[in-house]
């Protein structure tokens, strides 16, 4: 899935650049996304003989690139928060992630009185990576960076 959404990444941001609305800096939100995909899908797999934690981490690596389908729900009404800041476009762009994730930590909370340990663990490396990812996004002197990753 990691070597594949990569390879898919650059494939459609290369695409895009001869799109009517080039966004060459998105691909660092694409990167981000397999980086903590990976990372928790390796966990994950490597916790598969301790189910609870199997079962969150699995889950949270799943969260996490679903992304682009809340993403496609959400722009008509999160469209514009892009050059709204920092917080906005990660509203804009995790708004439904975000949601989820947190409804994971309900769940624990009301069946089991308290946070799962690696729950904790696992939203953290979610929001990091989702907030990296937006910070490079963001950053004006990266663009040219992923111009040149993407080959234009």
Request: hydrophobic residues 55%; contains cysteine.
């Amino acid at each position: 899935m990691v070597v594949l959404g990569v390879a898919v990444s650059l494939v459609v941001g290369r695409r895009d650049l001869h799109g009517p609305d080039p966004d060459p800096a998105f691909l660092f939100i694409r990167l981000a996304d397999m980086l903590s995909f990976g990372v928790l899908a390796t966990a994950a797999i490597l916790a598969r003989r301790r189910p609870a934690m199997h079962k969150r981490l699995i889950l949270l690596a799943t969260l996490q690139i679903s992304d682009a389908g809340f993403g496609r729900w959400f722009e008509p009404w999160t469209g514009t928060w892009f050059n709204a800041g920092f917080w906005p476009t990660m509203g804009a762009i995790y708004l439904g992630n975000d949601v989820l994730v947190l409804c994971l930590g309900l769940y624990d909370l009301a069946t089991r009185k308290r946070l799962n340990p690696i729950f904790l663990r696992g939203a953290a490396c979610v929001f990091g990576s989702q907030m990296l990812g937006v910070w490079l996004y963001r950053c004006a002197s990266l663009k040219p960076l992923a111009l040149g990753l993407l080959g234009g």
